[in-house]
């Protein structure tokens, strides 16, 4: 028997059946790979390429907006506020190598804000929800929700007003950690020179001391004088010499300190300091964080009123079948606990203003404290200036009288050393009280100009 032969399929028999995408699933399937490759972009960008911007991201990330754009109230504020150091001194010029070595993720946190304020001013606009069903190995089902919105109950303003209060937030904490950042710089400054000038006065102590010592030591050798006058001039020697090394390493670590915040660009022979004016009558930075805190806060309670009430939307669904339009009634999270939600919101308000208040009345309190520990400091550098006068001349009195015999060498080390000592405090006033300028300098946001941020 011959075997049955098959046949063979011939090359042109007709091809597989493959199911038909209609013009829905096409779009869909559109919209799903835009959405890979980035996202739906409107008409002015997709000429830009992708990864790109039409503004530089850099401009989002300063305080003062880019121009044609608007500012809130408070950033505007801070954007106008002055500084108090000069153009040209050394603490302008430390502030200066300050912010040039900040890292600046202060001001990429303030762009971050932006971008998200940016994607929320755009929830006016409908939202586009793609979606692909495999019904099975044969079917593929897809479809295009459009939904808008008609009552939402704020809630969509209320995250604009959010974004908004987070940019605003950011650019309060820009303002505070670079005028903290600049504090600090200038605090190690200040001790640096504060430790320059009493190290300046304990070696003229010192070197007078040495010389008391060596004439005892010559009149022992001459045997006017007994080891126990030695001993105590020494001694003395001994405790500014100490004093000294003090002072030295003290400014060392203080200049080093600064170095590693500015990135050594410091000149190693920047010295001196220079009388710093009054902030300028602003609130402080204090209570525009609250004040931003306050209005994330209540558009947050706003958003969690709208969520606990009944809500409308339009949508419209495209298909296979065309264009289905229809109406939503959705956004509604009924509970137990809905009456305490929307009396928790109803509330918000009153806490906000409350702390608010509190944070006013702890920056006043905070000013004032500062501006009397710096009226008192004053007093005390004017009275002791008086005191130091009398107890140089003093000491001159008792070179005087030392030459005439009438005062021993131990009187003589004892008033050298007391005027010393008087003398390293009178030379620590000006850096006290420049310290506590600078504090409220930085509570006011006042040490670096709000254009520079």
């Known amino acids: ?32 790979l835009s959405g890979c490759q980035g996202g739906l972009q409107p008409p002015a960008m997709l000429a830009i390429g992708r990864g790109q911007s039409p503004a530089d991201p850099a401009l989002r990330q300063r305080l003062a907006p880019e121009s044609g754009t608007a500012a809130s109230p408070l950033i505007a504020d801070l954007a106008a506020r002055p500084s108090v150091l000069a153009l ?3 603490f302008a010029r430390v502030a200066d190598a300050v912010l040039a070595a900040d890292p600046g993720a202060d001001a990429a946190e303030l762009g971050l804000a932006r971008l998200r304020a940016e994607a929320a001013a755009s929830n006016r606009w409908p939202t586009l929800t793609p979606a692909l069903t495999l019904d099975s190995l044969a079917g593929l089902a897809a479809q295009l929700v459009i939904d808008q919105p008609l009552l939402d109950h704020g809630r969509r303003a209320a995250e604009r007003a959010r974004a908004a209060a987070e940019v605003d937030a950011a650019a309060v904490t820009l303002a505070t950690r670079r005028n903290a950042r600049i504090h600090e710089g200038l605090s190690h400054y200040l001790t640096a020179e504060q430790a320059r000038a009493q190290g300046a006065v304990a070696a003229r102590a010192a070197t007078r001391l040495s010389n008391l010592h060596d004439i005892v030591q010559a009149r022992i050798q001459g045997g006017l004088s ?14 500014m010499q100490a004093t000294l ?15 590693a915040l500015t990135g050594n660009a410091l000149p190693p022979d920047l010295t001196g300091t220079t009388p710093l004016p009054a902030p300028p009558a602003s609130e402080p930075l204090a209570v525009l964080a609250a004040r931003a805190k306050g209005a994330k806060a209540l558009a947050e309670a706003r958003i969690s009123r709208a969520n606990a009430l009944p809500g409308l939307s339009a949508n419209a669904t495209v298909s296979d079948d065309g264009l289905t339009p229809g109406l939503g009634l959705g956004g509604v999270r009924l509970g137990l606990g809905s009456p305490a939600t929307l009396a928790a919101a109803d509330a918000t308000p009153d806490l906000v203003a409350r702390q608010t208040a509190e944070a006013q009345q702890t920056a006043a309190r905070r000013a004032t404290e ?34 005439i015999g009438r005062r021993s060498l131990t009187d003589l080390t004892a008033q050298t050393a007391a005027a010393a000592r008087l003398e390293r405090d009178q030379a620590a006033f000006p850096y006290e009280i420049a310290r506590l300028e600078l504090e409220l300098a930085r509570d006011a946001g006042a040490l670096v100009d709000g254009g520079r941020l």
């Open 370 to 403: 500062l501006q009397g520990r710096i009226a008192q400091l004053r007093t005390r550098h004017l009275e002791g200036a008086a005191v130091l006068r009398q107890t140089l001349d003093n000491l001159e009195l008792y070179v005087e009288q030392y030459s």
């Open 226 to 239: 007994d080891r126990s006058e030695a001993q105590i001039i020494a001694q003395t020697m001994a405790e």
């Open 245 to 259: 090394a003090a002072d030295t390493q003290t400014r060392a670590q203080a200049l080093a300190d600064l170095a």
């Open 1 to 32: 028997m011959v075997p049955a032969r098959h046949p063979i399929p011939s090359a042109r028999a007709a091809p597989l059946t493959l199911p038909r995408l209609s013009f829905g699933a096409l779009l869909a399937v559109a919209v799903l």
């Open 88 to 90: 040209g001194t050394p």
